[in-house]
């Protein structure tokens, strides 16, 4: 897959309008869309990336409704590794300092859009230490060829249709497979997926 990014839908759910402003300065491809209230998230779709601002505490129901959509990345005001770590549980691509610099957002944003992961090393490394254990290690060594395929295919940011198209099977078998796969690997969605089996080969 090119490396090339889409124009994409961006959903920016940010009450104060602080981190919105941000994300104009930063230039991804796409259109920003700022919603301010999660209440108006049930009307919203066709979104390739949220991101969700957050000054204080964590909604985790509401990152779980964005996470079900597309792939989410929370930008905290004060950053906390405990709510970080805890972004994978409920599906989070991402977790990042709200005041990072404008290149260092610029290009975890765009890896999100990618398929990639954008959390910091530590976080990372520390959730791969704790999913190391036997039953997980035994998870990833149980996924056959074709899902290993579809895994390599999600790690590139490839949707359900494309994947169908690279393998010649239709839309609907992708995504039973995918959903075959998260169930199998005990992980929420697409990007944990990736991160469980590049588990596997960390030293």
């Not at 906390?80 to 805890?86: C, G, L, M, T, V």
């Not at 290009?107 to 230490?129: F, K, P, T």
């Not at 078998?173 to 080969?201: C, D, G, W």
């Amino acid at each position: 897959m090119s490396d090339e990014i889409r124009q994409s839908a961006i959903l920016v759910l940010d009450s104060d309008g602080g981190v919105f402003a941000r994300l104009r300065e930063v230039g991804l491809p796409g259109s920003l869309w700022r919603v301010t209230d999660a209440k108006r998230l049930a009307g919203l779709g066709g979104m390739h990336l949220a991101v969700y601002a957050v000054d204080d505490r964590v909604d985790w129901a509401v990152v779980e409704t964005l996470s079900e959509r597309c792939a989410t990345v929370i930008l905290a005001a004060r950053p906390s590794a405990a709510d970080a770590r805890e972004g994978f549980t409920h599906g989070l691509a991402g977790y990042l300092d709200a005041s990072l610099p404008i290149d260092v957002l610029r290009r975890a944003l765009r890896g999100v859009l990618n398929g990639e992961l954008a959390y910091g090393r530590d976080i990372i490394g520390s959730w791969l230490r704790e999913r190391r254990s036997p039953s997980r290690t035994r998870a990833v060594a149980s996924l056959t060829p074709r899902q290993q395929q579809i895994v390599a295919l999600i790690a590139q940011g490839a949707s359900d249709k494309e994947i169908g198209g690279t393998l010649g099977i239709a839309t609907a078998t992708a995504q039973k497979h995918v959903t075959n796969i998260l169930e199998r690997l005990r992980v929420p969605n697409r990007a944990a997926a990736v991160a469980a089996i590049s588990s596997r080969f960390a030293i």
